[in-house]
Structure formats: C-alpha cells, structure tokens
C-alpha cells in the first residue's frame, strides 16, 4: 500500500520566514526532502520541512490552537 504526503516547507528569505505548500502530493518524503534541501540556494534558507499524509493535514486545518499556518486557503 503507498502512502502519499503533502509537504510543507518553511524557509527564510530576507530575514523573514515564508511558508509553502507543495502543489502535489508524494509518495517519498524522505527521497523528496533530499531533493528540497539540495536544490535550495541562497539567499533562501530552509528552516523546517514536514511530510502529513492527508488526513493529519486536513486535521490540522480545523485545529484552531495549532496556529496560523494552516488556516483555510480560500
């Protein structure tokens, strides 16, 4: 059975930390983060990488103690 993973990836840029989404969902975190982390330059720097599958995902969108970072998009 795979497992699929929505990443999100936070990264700081001109002293300030950004985060993102990736678009699509992945069935190697592990593989994929490499990837990340290698093909970063500066002047960005990543700070934080996390794998969800999507069910902790949604989960943490309604959580409204787990902060800002994932309120809804739309």
């Known amino acids: 059975m795979f497992t699929y ?3 999100t990836v936070w990264f ?3 002293n300030k930390i950004h985060q993102k989404v990736l ?3 992945y ?3 592990e593989k994929t983060v490499m990837k990340i982390y290698e093909e970063v330059k500066p002047p960005y720097k ?3 990488v996390k794998c969800d599958t999507p069910k ?3 989960d943490k969108r309604k959580d409204k103690r ?3 970072t994932y309120k809804k998009i739309r």
């Open 46 to 48: 990543i700070k934080a």
């Open 27 to 29: 069935d190697n975190c």
């Open 12 to 14: 700081e840029y001109d």
């Open 5 to 7: 993973f929505l990443i």
């Open 23 to 25: 678009p699509k969902l």
């Open 56 to 58: 902790e995902f949604g």
């Open 66 to 68: 787990y902060g800002h």
